[in-house]
């Protein structure tokens, strides 16, 4: 069957042109879901978020045959984000960010890379693989958000938390987070590490710098048990993930004054915790630290996501075999990185798995993907959802 070679890159350049700064979705979810109801999706707009911040999500969902018991039907679902992060100084790019350019081989544009191309590629993967297969076996599906490069407050942990409420049962989903490296298809990753943060406020007693034993410096009272806990082994890791990171990224304390001893240190920290750890067991052990230690303090946790894995199984292997079929690679599992909306999802779906573009730009000024990433790429997710449908069908 022949393919349009350059209906992906259309789309994307489509989608570059909307100026999609988070949490603004500026019609890429329209444009999408238009092409998706010709297709017989069902489109449904998810909206959330206060007034001065609303967020725009996008759940879409075509049946599998009606030859098939559609409720026995495993779904697939690709889900992504259509927001961007800000430009950045203007004067700084080569080309206009939201006038998709071309230059040295290379599609030059804010979101090129993270992620309108991964989300172009899912819409013209699953026209081909419609085309050619128009009763498929497999329930198909996007979860789409203007809120991953924000707060994610009103992103995808919205949606799925109504698809939870509903009953709606996902079995596999593809992420469209650019995870190559060199070129497309050489990384995926198979799970991420959780992510907790905590603001720890030790108390002291302020006073004058020249009379100490009238005052309690909160500054020399936490650096041991800083000391101690920069040295804690927290897990070993394990074959997928590595050791748990404890890392402090803020302090502070002091008046400004020269002469004054504070009256309390404020000190930001984060884990990143593999699945060896759990949020209750980290924080149990760092409260035994400060509390060896005596500290008066007072220790507020915010959990931003947690870890989550997929282990090799249909989804991994229908993925790989697809990476090796088109790009003759074999792909590298990895969890490194920081988080993603693939947090929410594996929460209601048991195998996620993220695959997109080269991420060497992401975020940066002249921001790009290369043209000969786009094409294999779209094919990657179509040959997905072709060994997906053939396994469903047998």
Same mark, same amino acid.
């Given at each position: 069957m022949q393919y349009d070679t350059h209906a992906t890159l259309q789309l994307t350049e489509q989608l570059l042109s909307l100026a999609s700064v988070t949490p603004q979705d500026a019609g890429c979810q329209a444009l999408i879901a238009q092409r998706l109801q010709v297709l017989g999706f069902v489109c449904e707009p998810i909206e959330s978020?206060?007034?001065?911040?609303?967020?725009?999500?996008? $759940? !879409?969902?075509?049946?599998?045959?009606?030859? +098939?018991?559609?409720?026995?039907?495993?779904?697939?679902?690709?889900?992504?984000?259509?927001?961007?992060?800000?430009?950045?100084?203007? !004067?700084? $790019?080569?080309?206009?960010?939201?006038?998709?350019?071309?230059?040295? &081989? /290379?599609?030059? &544009?804010? &979101?090129?890379?993270?992620? /309108? @191309?991964?989300?172009?590629?899912?819409?013209?993967?699953?026209?081909? =693989?419609?085309?050619? #297969?128009?009763?498929?076996?497999?329930?198909?599906?996007?979860?789409? @958000?203007?809120?991953?490069? &924000?707060?994610?407050?009103?992103g995808t942990v919205v949606v799925c938390n109504t698809l939870k409420a509903r009953g709606e049962v996902l079995d596999y989903c593809i992420v469209g987070e650019p995870t190559s490296v060199e070129r497309t298809g050489d990384m995926i990753k198979n799970g991420r590490r959780g992510t907790m943060s905590g603001k720890l406020t030790v108390k002291g007693v302020q006073g004058h710098i020249a009379y100490p034993h009238m005052a309690d410096n909160p500054i020399h009272r936490a650096a041991p048990a800083l000391a101690e806990l920069v040295g804690v082994r927290w897990d070993e890791g394990n074959a997928y993930f590595p050791p748990t990171s404890w890392q402090v990224s803020n302090m502070h304390g002091g008046t400004g004054a020269s002469n004054v001893i504070p009256g309390e240190v404020v000190i930001d920290f984060n884990f990143r915790f593999s699945t060896e750890s759990t949020p209750d067991s980290l924080q149990s052990r760092l409260a035994a630290?400060?509390? /060896?230690?005596?500290?008066?303090?007072?220790?507020? $946790? @915010?959990?931003?996501?947690?870890?989550?894995?997929? +282990?090799?199984?249909?989804?991994?292997?229908?993925?790989?075999?697809?990476?090796?079929?088109? #790009?003759?690679?074999?792909?590298?599992?990895?969890? #490194?990185?920081?988080?993603?909306?693939?947090? =929410?999802?594996? +929460?209601?779906?048991? +195998?996620?798995?993220?695959?997109?573009?080269?991420?060497? #730009?992401?975020? /940066?000024?002249?921001?790009?993907v290369a043209l000969a990433d786009i094409e294999p790429l779209k094919n990657i997710y179509r040959r997905v959802l072709e060994r997906l449908h053939t396994q469903a069908a047998a």
């Open positions: 978020g206060p007034a001065d911040f609303r967020v725009t999500n996008l $759940w !879409a969902k075509r049946q599998a045959s009606a030859a +098939q018991d559609s409720a026995a039907a495993k779904t697939l679902v690709f889900a992504g984000h259509t927001d961007v992060v800000p430009t950045g100084p203007l !004067a700084q $790019w080569d080309s206009a960010p939201f006038s998709p350019s071309h230059r040295e &081989g /290379k599609l030059f &544009g804010r &979101g090129a890379s993270d992620m /309108k @191309t991964s989300l172009a590629a899912f819409v013209v993967a699953i026209e081909e =693989f419609l085309a050619h #297969t128009p009763e498929p076996a497999l329930n198909i599906a996007l979860l789409l @958000t203007s809120d991953e490069e &924000g707060p994610a407050l009103d630290v400060l509390d /060896k230690h005596g500290l008066r303090y007072d220790l507020v $946790w @915010t959990i931003g996501g947690l870890p989550f894995l997929t +282990q090799p199984g249909t989804l991994v292997d229908a993925v790989r075999d697809a990476i090796r079929d088109e #790009t003759g690679l074999e792909t590298q599992l990895s969890t #490194t990185g920081g988080t993603s909306d693939g947090r =929410f999802l594996a +929460q209601i779906c048991p +195998q996620v798995i993220e695959l997109g573009p080269p991420n060497a #730009t992401i975020h /940066k000024i002249n921001e790009y």
